[in-house]
Every structure is written in C-alpha cells, then in structure tokens.
C-alpha cells in the first residue's frame, strides 16, 4: 500500500506538473506585459499588481506589470499599439485612454487598439485629509464658493477631471482643478493639503483610508458602496453628478482569437476566485466581466457618446 502510496502520489504530480507545462505552450507568449499609464500606487497601478498573481495560474504564462507614465496614457497606448499582436503585450484600459484620444493628438489613439475583455466597474469617491475641516461634499462647495477651492484628479484627461468639471457646472463653485499623472501623487498632495479634495477609487486609497489619514465624503455613482453603506452619494447631497470607471484589458490590433479566447476563458474563473474574490470586495470593485466582442461595442459607445459629451460642453469642436 505504502509503495502504490507513493507511485500515485508521483503519478498525479507528473499529470499536474504536465496540465501546467501544457497550459503555458496553449499560450502563445511565455511573457504577458500588462502596462499601465498609472504611477506606482495609481488606480490601474494597484489594480494589475493585486490581480497578477491570481491569474497567473488561470492564463498561464508569466504576467509582470510595467508602469508607462506620460501624456496622460499617450505613451502606454503607443507602446501596446505598435508593438507585435502575439498575445504578449496589454493595455490596462480606464476611461483615461478615451479622455486622452479625444483631448489631444496622441500618437496612437483608442481606436488603434483592440479591446481584449473587461474585468471591473470600480465607483470614484471624493476624498479629503482625515484631519481637514471638510465633513461633507457640500461643505466643499461652500467654502470653493466663499474663496476658491483645490481639487486634484490623476491625470488631465480623465474621466475624474471631467467629474470635478461637472462639478463645478452644476454648482457654481469656484475651484482650480490640478492634475497628476498619477493617483498617488495626487494623494501626497490631499495628504498635505495643498488639495482640498481629491477623487479616485477605494482602491487605490484603501491604505491610507485604512491608516486614518484619508476620509470619503461621497460617492461619484448611482449607489452607496456595499462595505461604506453610510457613504452618501453625491446625488444624496443634491450634487447631480455620477459615473462609474471600467477597468479592463486592450492589445494591439489582430490579436490572436485563440489569445481573446484564452482571456475569455481565465477572467471568469479569476473572479470566482475564493481569495482573489475577497480582495476585489472588499477594494468595492463590482464584477464587470465582459466578453471581447461585447467590449468592443462598449467601447465605441463609450468612445461616442465622450465625444458627444465634450463637444456639447464646448471642450472640443
């Protein structure tokens, strides 16, 4: 018994070891480069970083993030659209990369890329220094509208910037808005209060959050957040201003289907993830998975209707 013990216990070693060799010569590249326009401790930044390390045994090869700061994304798209369709250089997508196509001429644009698949909805909240005088959203349009207020957001061309414009619309307050290329300098900045407020996601604040150093004062979506339910919204506070970020994955165009195929098969196992599922809740991420080619339709959508949106707004002409 003893002696079969063992010569099974070999056998399913060598059928495991051999599932995990044959899942990584399925994949066309031994190396995934996930990129990120996002400084380290940034919302896409985190967002890969955490997420890595699960999926790995899901897709297969060896997956290593890289951040590509500069031009508000322009750089990272460059990058992933120019380089070769072999499943092994990807895009971390965030309305961002559609805010820059449309506000500058980057070199590459959204429209150069192939949406691969979506992973998240993540809310953005608007947050403060935990020892600020500002308890609430409406008392920081009050005093930006006694004097003049600091908000931050992560990058000029961002769907973030584009919610504190609003902000300021549909208030009146007066504010000057100071952009980053990146979440956690923005942070550094609200931390010292050079900023009055800042807006990003749970995500990428959670560990100042949880130090005591940074306070939320509403949410910028259409629902309170399943782990803060007293969190009000900014609706609830009378501010009518809402969206909700997407976060998921584009490559260059062409890519391979059997490459699409294999994201399309490893994201939903991913998300089922007992351990990796603990981490994405308790980040109040909301499960968004979308398939290849129901992304692709989201994104010319989202893609239009901004342009609309920027163009009513007289942003662009």
Known sequence: MFTRGIFAGAAISALLLASAVQAE????????????HSSPGGGSDVFLREMVPYLQPYLGPKL???????????????EVAHSTPDGGEFYATTPTFIYTSLLSQPEATYKDLEPLVNVFYDP???YTAADSDFKSLPDVIAAAKEGRGKWGAANPASL????????KQKTGANASIVTFEGGGDMQINVLNHTLDIG??????????????KLRMLAVLGDKRLDQFPDLKTAREEGIDVAAVKFRGLAGPKNTPPEVIAAWEAAIPKL?????????????????????HDEYVAFMAKFGADTENFLKESGVIH
């Open 124 to 126: 953005e909240v608007v």
């Open 160 to 167: 973030e910037r584009q919610l504190l414009e609003q902000m």
């Open 25 to 36: 010569e399925n994949y066309p590249a031994p190396v995934v480069k996930l990129i990120t």
């Open 271 to 291: 998300l089922e993830d007992p351990k990796y599922k603990k981490i994405w809740t308790e980040n109040n991420l909301q499960e968004g998975f979308m398939k």
């Open 64 to 78: 290593v993030v890289e951040n590509v700061t500069g031009g508000s994304g322009a750089k990272a798209m460059a």
């Open 199 to 212: 807006v990003g996601e749970v995500e990428e604040i959670r560990a100042q959050l949880d130090a005591g």
